[in-house]
């Protein structure tokens, strides 16, 4: 089973658009944040990325805003790494607020890109357990 991590924030005035709501691009930096803080928490943060060249870099992404989350809410994400093959991964991440109803869903395709020669490159085995994965 692939592991999953918990990260968790309080929506702030500076998330919030007109509308009194977290704003639509604020999402994807607190969801980014999220998988940040997954990795690096396994050892694969911004500074092995820059010493290797090499880091995480988003393909595809498909996001579903399913309810507002509003000033001061305590929200919960989860992100789990859904399958790795190769050069490309798959992640899953939700928003969850304190009344356990799921707020929003992303799902990413993702691949690690050698910074130095400008191309996708094979998952090493140190990435997939730092992405929550049983490296083989």
Request: one cysteine or more; glycine letters at 6%.
């Amino acid at each position: 089973m692939n592991e999953k991590f918990v990260w968790q924030f309080a929506v702030l005035e500076t998330h919030l658009d007109t509308f009194g709501h977290m704003n639509h691009a604020t999402y994807l930096q607190l969801f980014e944040q999220a998988r940040w803080e997954f990795v690096t928490a396994r050892g694969y943060g911004l500074e092995r990325v820059m010493k290797d060249q090499i880091g995480p870099t988003i393909l595809e992404l498909n996001i579903k805003y399913r309810r507002e989350l509003r000033l001061r809410e305590l929200i919960t994400v989860e992100s789990e790494t859904l399958d790795y093959d190769g050069k490309i991964g798959h992640v899953k991440q939700r928003m969850i607020n304190q009344k356990g109803e799921e707020c929003a869903v992303i799902h990413l395709t993702i691949g690690m890109f050698d910074i130095k020669n400008r191309k996708l490159v094979r998952a090493s085995n140190e990435w997939l357990k730092a992405m929550g994965l049983n490296a083989t």
